[in-house]
């Protein structure tokens, strides 16, 4: 490796992100399969494509890079408790959380997000250990609202800066 383990862990540390959750439904079944990201990025405005990342050795990998489909929900300032949720491993979980289903693409979204977004899976890269997916936008809400952060393994808001 070019550079140490904590090093690069450092690095992660260092970066400020917005936070989301990202899941689909197992195929031919009500259960929801999803996760806490970090890495979801606006791509392409023609055709819209938004695009995320994906640990190989997380128990949603499979499903999620297989998936034809998936919701994309960016977190609001008070939805701590369910980024935590999904960013435990999938066996620890316990109980289900409520979620909408997309209006045009049978996703499950997180109720009163700041943005939902419906997703078809349009490309998947293998890059080093994680998985780019890339999704077209075939339909997205928004919704007033503070988003959720995360930095240095802790939630937080957005505080602007004075003066602009
Ligand atoms: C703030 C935050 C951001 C995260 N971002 C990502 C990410 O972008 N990609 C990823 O694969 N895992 C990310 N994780 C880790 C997953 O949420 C976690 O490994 C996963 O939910 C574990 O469940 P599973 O292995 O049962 O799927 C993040 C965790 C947190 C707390």
Not at 23 to 31: C, G, I, K, P, R
Not at 120 to 131: K, Q, W
Not at 133 to 156: D, H, I, K, S
């Amino acid at each position: 490796m070019a550079i140490s383990g904590e090093l690069y862990r450092q690095l992660g540390r260092a970066s400020a992100g917005a936070v989301s959750v990202v899941a689909t439904y197992e195929e031919d079944s009500e259960a929801v399969v999803g996760l806490t990201i970090s890495s979801y990025v606006t791509l392409s405005y023609e055709p819209p494509l938004v695009m995320y990342a994906i640990q190989r050795h997380t128990a949603s990998y499979s499903p999620m890079v297989t998936c034809r489909s998936f919701g994309i929900s960016l977190l609001a300032a008070g939805q701590s408790g369910i980024a935590r949720h999904f960013a435990q491993p999938r066996r620890e979980r316990g109980t289900q959380m409520p979620f909408d289903t997309g209006a045009h693409v049978r996703v499950p979204l997180i109720p009163q997000a700041l943005a939902q977004i419906e997703c078809v899976t349009n490309e998947v890269f293998m890059s080093g250990d994680h998985a780019i997916v890339v999704g077209l936008v075939e339909a997205a809400r928004t919704r007033e609202g503070e988003p959720l952060l995360y930095f240095g393994r802790q939630y937080g808001i957005f505080a602007p800066l004075p003066g602009r």
